[in-house]
């Protein structure tokens, strides 16, 4: 299936003893605007600059990616949650509050 969102990089490698990387979602759609979410399969060891958020139509969004220090791991992932979104909203919580979504991209993490 192909979304109008792209994520660059869609796969992260990232020191185990912590680290920043910055990923970047791009929306290709001239004419709709996304919120989105991002989940993570470990909490315990990364933080995003922003769990959610607005792409704008053509528009992109850089997102940090923080590793903080724990033990290799090679099977994480965020998951990120993208819903339609008015170009009147403000919340980019809103649309996610059922738990729906209308697409998602995945981004692998490993840290060595």
Same mark, same amino acid.
């Given at each position: ?14 020191? +185990? ?79 996610? +509050? ?12 490993? +840290?060595?």
């Amino acid at each position: 299936m192909t979304t109008p969102i792209a994520v660059d990089p869609d796969s992260v490698v990232v020191q +185990a003893d912590g680290g920043t990387v910055p990923i970047v979602l791009e929306n290709a759609s001239p004419h709709n605007r996304y919120c989105y979410k991002v989940k993570s399969t470990n909490n315990e060891h990364y933080r995003v600059s922003s769990v959610y958020g607005f792409v704008e139509p053509l528009g992109s969004v850089k997102i940090d990616v923080n590793r903080l220090s724990g033990p290799p791991k090679s099977d994480d992932r965020l998951e990120i949650l993208f819903q339609p979104a008015e170009a009147s909203s403000t919340d980019p919580k809103g649309p996610f +509050a059922n738990g729906a979504s209308e697409f998602k991209l995945d981004v692998r993490l490993c +840290a060595e």
